[in-house]
Every structure is written in C-alpha cells, then in structure tokens.
C-alpha cells in the first residue's frame, strides 16, 4: 500500500472515530503506525491533508458504487443502485468521514471545490444512466436519485432510521425509478 493511502485511510478512519477536531498530522502518524513528522512530510498543512482524505475517500467510494455504474443491464439497474446504497450504509466509518468533510468544505472553498469536482463523478454517470433509461429530464431525475440515496444513507448512518435491509431499499429505487421514468422503464 502507498504511503499515502495509508495516510489517508488513517485520516478516513479519524475523521468518522473523532470528528474534525481529532483529525491531527500527530494523530494520522499514530493511527497509521507511522513514525512521528510522517504525515507532515507527505501534507504539510492541514488543507493539505483534508485534500489528500478527500481524494483518497473518492477513489473508496468510486470502487464501491461501481457495482451501480457499471452495469450495462439496465432492467437489472435498481438492484444494482440498491447494492451501491447498502455498501454505503454498512460501511459507516467512510459515510460518516465524507459527511465531516462535506460540513468542512462548506467553510473551506478549496476543498469545497475538490468535494464538488469529486460529487461530479457520481452525479455524472447517474445522468447518463438515466438518460439511457429514458428519463425525460435525466439531469433533474439523476439528482433526486443521488439525493434520495444520500437521504436514505444518512438516515440509516446518523439519524433516527434503521438500518434498511437490501430488498427495503431496491424496493424504495424500484418506486422512485418507476415515479420517474413512468411505464417505459424496462422490468426488473
């Protein structure tokens, strides 16, 4: 693994443990196993850092919804989005580090841009799916999609809500995907 991976995933592993205020170059060097001045040497500020976990965080999480994005059975679709939420859900350490950066970045306009560069590479390909679903605005639907999810994981990870089995969720993407794309929509 590189050096900065595991920099990396330390800080991811911080950020969802701790909070914003845990996440120090001292405490990613002992989180990661590293000897002290390890993390400053490879970031040297903290914007530095939250980028380096930022990138790092959106490399995972790309990995993971591949199951959704890659999917060129489109009637097999809802599943394959519910699979990608369901990762989602269950791995709480990477939802809840995103959700510190995401507060973060809304003070922050350098990482707020890296967070909106990165949030492109989901909403992107949500459109295009949609699109050769037959969405007739599949930029507005894609949106909802990616929103509706995010509801849906942050529910599950930080609010009231359980966690939702995998069929409660391709069933809730099943009537969201129907309310969208009307009758057209291939059958599942």
């Known amino acids: 693994m590189k050096r900065s991976d595991l920099v990396a995933d330390a800080a991811i592993t911080l950020l969802a443990e701790r909070g914003m ?3 120090t170059h001292r405490a990613v060097d002992e989180a990661a196993g590293l000897p002290p001045g390890s993390t400053s040497n490879l970031a040297r500020t903290r914007a530095a850092l939250l980028e380096l976990t ?3 965080l959106s490399e ?3 990995a993971a919804l591949a199951v959704a994005y890659e999917t060129q059975d489109l009637a097999t679709l809802p599943a394959r989005i519910a699979e990608a939420v369901h990762i989602q859900v269950r791995d709480s350490r990477r939802t809840l580090a995103r ?7 809304t003070r922050r ?3 707020r841009e890296i967070y909106d560069r990165a949030g492109r590479r989901f909403r992107d390909p949500a459109v295009a799916i949609l699109a050769a679903l037959g969405s007739r605005d599949p930029v507005r639907h894609a949106r909802q999609l990616v929103v509706y999810a995010e509801g849906l ?3 599950a990870v930080c609010g009231a809500g359980a966690v939702p089995a995998l069929e409660e969720i391709r069933a809730a993407l099943d009537d969201l995907l129907a309310g969208m794309l009307g009758p057209q929509r291939p059958p599942a």
């Open 21 to 23: 205020r845990g996440l």
């Open 54 to 56: 930022l990138s790092r």
């Open 60 to 62: 995972l999480e790309t």
């Open 99 to 105: 959700y510190e950066l995401a507060l973060e970045a």
């Open 109 to 111: 306009p350098e990482l």
């Open 153 to 155: 994981i942050f529910d």
